[in-house]
């Protein structure tokens, strides 16, 4: 397959859209990506890294509690996510001060007024329950990168969940960003099943439906969806959320079985509310959509970025990214604040299971960033970010979007 874009009207044109859309491309049944930094990996590549792996030993358990602790988890929060919260240096993300100019620049907010707030809880690997506007969603949710529940086969998490599915807040919607098993766990599908709404890319609902899962919506890259819930007002009336879950590209690719792979397709998920805007990348390499992503939806309020599993560089860098590429992709969506995730849970490359948080510090300091810019949390901790509407916000229109399946299978019945 020739790998290209699908050319779109640009902002040359005068209407506001990206130049350039990136599309996946789609011949014979199965998807690819459509960038020169993709180079697909053979089943001889990853049997010779398999035998030639040189994975650091996994540190004690006291060292594992000392330096990764599973923190107790604060339900009061979670029970009552903040909506809004003061504009003041002291509730910025890290607790670090800054004047109110700071922060109202920062946030674009008009003085005197109050910011709403993303609440966030990593669960560990790419799972974090968001919290925003009224609204309660996951990004999957893994116990063990496994065809089947078994506590025999498959790599099982070195850090323990902090809590389990049935202490969960009632979820309102799951993204899932592709069907490998560390991000699509069959269990927690069967036990959310259809009370979440689920927005899967494109090729997975047949795999949902073989789950008794019906309430799915697929999605190609650039394609969205709206999802409504009516939520008490301050005034104790009722009002309604409009959340948008728009699919976006990452470089990546599929499997589950030895029979479907790249079947189905893989995304990034923008989500945006009035106030609110968070992009959650999946997994990915490095490619030229979140310059797209970031001119197109940004900027971001929060992006939650993978800054691990990317060793050996020689093999993984096209489906994996390093911390100094996630920082560069923070840098492309235009992320106000950025949490590392994909780390610290599972053991699936050769880097040491603490690289990944040092090296995005290391980073961090080096480029003068911000104290919260780009930040890693404990696992079961709760983040309260203040944020605000940005005046760059473009209005998530079909035709911002140029919403068209243009690679869609034909619907089957």
Known sequence: MEKDEVKVAGPEDGNGVAAQLSRALFSRGKYDNPWSTWQA??????????????????????????ELPVEKPDWEAINNPQTSCPLRGSDQADGSDCDEAEAEDATSSASGRSASCIQTTWVGHSTFLVQMEGVNFLTVWADRCSPLNSVHLGPKRF??????????????????????????????????????????????????????????????????????????????????????????PCQHWSIRSGFDRCKSLWTSWAVAGASNRVWFAGDTGYCPAFKEIGDTL????????????????????????????AVQIHEDIRAHTSIGMHWGTFVLTDEHVFEPR?????????????????????????????????????????????????NKEEETK
């Open 41 to 66: 990996r053979t089943p001889y590549e990853a049997l010779k890294w398999t035998l030639s792996r040189k994975t650091p030993p996994l540190p004690s358990k006291e060292e594992l509690d000392r």
């Open 159 to 248: 850090r323990p969940v902090p809590f389990g599915l049935d202490e969960l807040p009632q979820i309102d919607f799951v993204i899932v960003s592709h069907n490998h098993y560390d991000h699509l766990d069959i269990g927690v599908v069967e036990h959310l099943g259809n009370k979440a709404k689920w927005y899967v890319p494109i090729g997975l609902r047949k795999w949902f439906q073989s789950c008794g899962v019906e309430n799915v919506e697929e999605l190609n890259w650039w394609e969205s969806a709206e999802f409504v819930k009516t939520v008490p007002s301050d005034d104790g009336g009722e009002r309604e959320v409009r959340i948008q879950v728009v699919a976006t």
């Open 298 to 325: 940004g900027p971001f309020n929060l992006g939650l970025i993978p800054i691990g599993a990317y060793c050996p560089r020689d093999f993984m860098q096209p489906q994996h990214i390093d911390p100094a590429e």
């Open 358 to 406: 040092s090296r995005i510090a290391e980073l961090v300091n080096a480029k003068n960033m911000r104290g919260d810019e780009f930040i890693t949390v404990r696992h079961g901790e709760t983040k309260v970010l203040p944020t605000s509407p940005f005046a760059e916000w473009k209005a998530i229109t079909p035709e911002l979007l140029q919403d068209e399946r243009d």
